[in-house]
């Protein structure tokens, strides 16, 4: 394709979708061009940013911003990474489909829901689902980063990384002061027989690779992914077992896990028939040609075999193999995982190179991916910047938004000595006869399912009177943990009185009309 630079006619969105999509069709092709040639800029480049995610997006439009020059080298046809493609944006997709087919399910036959027929659901159409709306979101990725933030990129083509201040790409050799890694993971397989068989996948084979409708699944792994895609697996009508090492959500990658809440999520993901194997170590996967089992030992030492059609495997990322040799040419350092090691400014154990995004370790979470980006911007644009990713609002979704911030209830008792929680259901108050939280999403279920209204708890140090943790299992609340996140880590926090003095728009909104009914006592107590 000839270079869209300095175009006074740009693709369009739709044009550039056609464009994306051809280019995925035909693997190898032409790069995509968007590089000023010398004699409109000839400035060296600050940064190469290989790899552009949301990490070198965000980096590259960032340091464009400060007045740098940025050039982004991408292997896919489109900026945004794996987010639109293959993780966040079908992971968000599939997660409403589920949330529709549990609403669809337990309203079968009542109001205006016709009988479920789960014959009627194909897991093929909702990845068909997936792959029309994220075209969109690729073009959108490429017209912005090019027409309003100004950035330089190259698509469609692998860099290969000369040394730290030489990148080739599309047969053309640039240069530049540094060098910004940001080339993302892979799902790491188990090493176990039959990994390679058809019938196995993760989340992003699943896209572009499966090409029947499964009946039966197990998945390998307790990870987010695996309750994130075992709740629709399950909700789409198919039995899915997940076998799992730790305890779901007491994976070393979560944190701040409140007990009540992981209960609760638990016995919900039950209740809707996903059958979970704690403690479960896989052996083998069974088949010819094919898969057709999962061997594995159970926890009590019994060896024990399911038969199925589809194993999705969600045991966790790693940097990729092309990673990895750059890595080594480089010298970079890496952590025992082979995540490449990075200070609070991103950069790593060689002067001049950066590393962002996935490629640094958990949390693999789009707020981290641009926040990395931007703090490597920052630094190479000669700012003092320091970003930390200790403390943050986490979530995941089941066929319910699971949601939380601040410390559990166990970890403010040790902390604070005296605490109280806002908590819905109230501890001893069966949840059958109490249907709240009853948020924005759960009103329907309170009518009629009252234990399925969701989890709620608020955790308040009672002497400062200062929230310290909230942990919620619901629906359409993620939007208020970002603020409430931010507020409790304010150096000033937020209080319970001051929570209470907000405006709730939602008769039961979170938390703000609970904490202004304790506002008025002096000594706190539980509500
Ligand atoms: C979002 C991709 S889908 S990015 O983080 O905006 O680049």
Request: with cysteine; aromatic share 10%; charged share 25%.
């Amino acid at each position: 394709m000839e270079s869209i630079f300095g175009r006074t006619m740009y693709p369009s969105l739709a044009e550039w979708c056609d464009i994306i999509e051809d280019k995925l069709d035909q693997s190898g092709t032409e790069p995509i061009w968007n590089v000023a040639p010398p004699e409109v800029d000839d400035r060296p480049f600050d940064a190469i940013f290989l790899g552009g995610g949301g990490a070198g997006r965000f980096g590259a439009a960032f340091m464009r911003a400060r007045g740098g020059r940025p050039l982004i080298i991408e292997k896919w046809p489109f900026l945004g990474g794996s987010c639109p493609h293959e993780a966040c944006v079908p992971h968000h997709i599939l997660s409403e489909c589920a949330k529709e087919l549990d609403r669809a399910k337990w309203f079968s036959g009542q109001l205006w829901f016709p009988e479920f027929d789960p014959k009627k659901v194909s897991i093929l159409d909702c990845i068909e689902l997936v792959k029309e709306g994220r075209a969109g979101a690729h073009a959108l990725m490429n017209v912005q980063t090019k027409e309003q933030l100004d950035c330089e990129y190259v698509l469609n083509a692998w860099g290969t990384v000369i040394d730290k201040n030489t990148v080739e790409v599309g047969g053309r050799t640039f240069h530049c002061r540094n060098l910004v890694l940001g080339t993302g993971v892979r799902t790491q397989y188990p090493e176990i027989p039959g990994v390679g068989l058809k019938g196995v996948y993760d989340f992003a084979t699943l896209l572009s690779d499966l090409d029947y409708e499964p009946s039966r699944c197990v998945i390998i792994g307790g990870s987010k992914v695996a309750m994130e895609y075992g709740s629709f697996f399950q909700a789409a009508g198919v039995q899915t077992t997940i076998l799992s090492r730790s305890p779901l959500m007491r994976t070393a990658s979560l944190h701040h896990i409140d007990e009540d809440l992981r209960r609760y999520v638990i016995e919900m993901m039950e209740l809707r028939g996903i059958e979970i194997v704690e403690g479960a170590e896989p052996v083998e996967i069974l088949g010819n040609g094919r898969a057709s089992g999962v061997a594995y030992r159970a926890p009590d030492g019994r060896d024990v075999t399911i038969e199925t059609d589809f194993v999705f495997i969600a045991t966790g990322e790693r940097p990729t193999e092309m990673s990895k040799k750059f890595i080594d040419l480089l010298g970079l350092a890496v952590d025992e995982r082979g995540f490449v090691k990075v200070n609070k400014r991103m950069q790593t154990s060689v002067p001049g190179i950066y590393a962002v995004g996935d490629l640094i370790g958990p949390p693999m979470e789009q707020f981290k991916a641009r926040h990395s980006g931007c703090c490597a911007a920052r630094n190479i644009m000669g700012e003092d910047y320091e970003w930390d990713c200790d403390e943050y609002a986490d979530f995941l979704h089941t066929t319910y938004e699971v949601v939380w911030c601040g410390l559990t209830e166990e970890e403010a008792r040790a902390k604070y000595g005296r605490v109280i929680k806002i908590q819905l259901p109230p501890d001893g108050l069966p949840h059958e006869h109490c249907a709240f939280p009853a948020g924005e999403g759960t009103m329907m279920f309170a009518c009629r399912y009252p234990e399925l209204t969701g989890f709620a708890k608020l955790v308040i140090a009672a002497d400062s009177r200062k929230i310290v943790g909230a942990h919620y299992c619901g629906s359409g609340v993620k939007n208020v943990f970002q603020y409430l996140d931010h507020l409790i880590r304010r150096p000033e926090g937020i209080t319970i009185d001051e929570l209470g003095a907000l405006n709730e728009l939602q008769v039961n909104d979170l938390f703000i009309q609970l904490c202004r009914l304790r506002a008025g006592q002096a000594v706190l107590q539980d509500l």
